[in-house]
């Protein structure tokens, strides 16, 4: 018997307000044809002022346990990915646990940046393979816009706020061959390219917390490079080809990465799941909520072979493969 990671829950969260390219365009010398052409983003959320990060969160992790059909009683973990945490500590995590109610288990924060749910659901799903947790919680929120340099055209039109959650629970399986759950996870960071983008501030180099700096060009030509290794590596690990993936879902930061990827996969673009159109970038909650959309609408079936792969600030990638 072989004791697997299986997704039984899925959940997101938006914030209400929507901010389209006309509404940016009126603050910074910038164009809804120049945001589309360049990136493919129509529109993003932005949080209330009142909403942190934790309060998107606990939204989609009660919609997760929802669909999950669970309640917080029967989680032993909450593993939560941000790069935009409610205070420097405690850790976001915790924020969520009490609010779901949960007085056991453990909660923490992994930190990726982009990357950071495919590190947090390696992390969730070691737990689970080492029997140390059942049933854990997985989420990726971001109040990206806290962290934006709203004068700076080249970064601010690019992100948005938002959260998705995942439940995994463990499953003892025989059949190898249609073993379902996470079948492998793949890792990878490069701290050279930290001047790449980052963020200018923080607890222990200045007073302030800091605003994003990126050179873009830069990070796209990684960006398409690393995903592709990626996913080339994920697939061979599990003697697949690209022609077996149902499902790609990728970290949304640009529709241009999205294309190439898939073409350099040769993967046709309907397989591809799509949220940036809306959401724009959402950093760590990019995949748990087109995850969360694909599954919900049906696109994502029981079985079907779902990879999931993400490159952000460090430079950190990586991905993930699911037989759902
Ligand atoms: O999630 C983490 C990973 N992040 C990413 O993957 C982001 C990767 N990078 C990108 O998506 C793209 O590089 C960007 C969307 C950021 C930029 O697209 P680009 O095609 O690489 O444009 P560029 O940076 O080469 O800039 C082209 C021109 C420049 O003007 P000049 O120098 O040619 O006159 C920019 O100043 O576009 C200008 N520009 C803009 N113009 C209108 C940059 N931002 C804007 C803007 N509106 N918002």
């Excluded at 493919?40 to 969160?57: F, M, N, P, V, Y």
């Excluded at 350099?264 to 909650?285: E, W, Y």
Aim: hydrophobic content about 40%; glycine content about 8%.
């Amino acid at each position: 018997m072989t004791r697997q990671s299986v997704v039984i829950g899925c959940g997101s969260y938006l914030p209400d307000r929507i901010v389209t390219n006309e509404e940016l365009a009126r603050s910074v010398d910038t164009s809804d044809d120049w945001i589309r052409k360049r990136t493919g983003i129509r529109e993003r959320r932005i949080a209330a002022d009142d909403q942190k990060t934790s309060d998107l969160a606990v939204n989609a992790a009660k919609e997760a346990l929802r669909a999950a059909g669970i309640g917080p009683d029967n989680i032993d973990l909450i593993v939560l990915a941000t790069t935009t945490p409610d205070e420097t500590f405690p850790a976001t995590a915790t924020r969520v646990q009490a609010a779901l109610g949960m007085t056991k288990g453990a909660a923490f924060d992994v930190q990726a940046v982009c990357t950071g749910f495919i590190y947090a659901l390696n992390v969730a799903d070691n737990f689970i393979r080492l029997g140390q947790a059942n049933t854990v919680l997985v989420i990726g929120a971001e109040t990206f816009s806290r962290i934006l340099d709203w004068e700076d055209r080249t970064t601010c039109v690019l992100f948005g706020d938002g959260a998705g959650a995942v439940v995994l629970q463990s499953l003892e399986q025989e059949n190898e061959r249609e073993m379902r759950g996470i079948l492998s996870n793949h890792l990878h960071s490069d701290g050279r390219y930290k001047d790449c983008l980052y963020v200018d501030g923080g607890p222990s180099s200045s007073k302030f917390v800091g605003k994003l700096r990126m050179k873009g060009s830069e990070v796209f030509r990684h960006a398409v490079t690393n995903m592709v290794s990626v996913l080339e590596e994920a697939l061979k690990c599990n003697n697949l080809s690209a022609k077996d993936i149902d499902w790609l879902v990728p970290h949304q930061a640009n529709k241009r990465i999205l294309d190439r990827t898939a073409q350099k996969l040769k993967l046709s673009p309907d397989k591809v799941v799509v949220t940036v159109d809306r959401h724009a970038n959402t950093s760590a909650a990019s995949i748990p909520l087109a995850l969360s959309e694909a599954s919900m609408d049906g696109r994502i079936q029981k079985g079907d072979i779902v990879v999931t792969d993400a490159m952000g600030s460090g430079f950190t990638w990586g991905a993930s493969l699911i037989r759902w």
